[in-house]
Nanobody, 126 residues
């Protein structure tokens, strides 16, 4: 049984930082790409960042580029999302997802991801 579990959400003031973690289990973690998505109140879920199996290929939404960093530690079966210079518009539930069909080029497309976590809330106050 594959599981993907997020942690690290919370409340922070604008300009602050948070690091989200996503632990994978049930399948060889290093063999697939991982992605982060978010859903703000009243909005559709959107792509945030993605990383390939080795961590050597990453992709970011324009809205977070330069502020967020995605990384992974395959020895710990964990993907991270370091979020700096947070803005109120970053407030959302953040979801981690595993894409078994992608190894080299991480995808921005939600339908390509196979397993999703339950999400973790990030709230940024002004």
């Amino acid at each position: 049984q594959v599981q993907v579990v997020e942690s690290g959400g919370g409340s922070v003031q604008a300009g602050g930082s948070l690091t989200l973690s996503c632990a994978g289990s049930g399948r060889t973690f290093s063999s697939y790409a991982m992605g982060w998505f978010r859903q703000a109140p009243g909005k559709e879920r959107e792509f945030v960042a993605a990383i390939n199996w080795s961590g050597g290929n990453t992709d970011y939404a324009d809205s977070v580029k330069g502020r967020f960093t995605i990384s992974r530690d395959n020895t710990r079966n964990t993907v991270y999302l370091q979020m700096n210079s947070l803005k109120p518009e970053d407030t959302a539930v953040y979801y981690c997802a595993a894409d078994f069909g992608k190894v080299w080029d991480p995808s921005r497309l939600q339908y390509e991801y196979d397993y999703w976590g339950q999400g973790t809330q990030v709230t940024v106050s002004s």
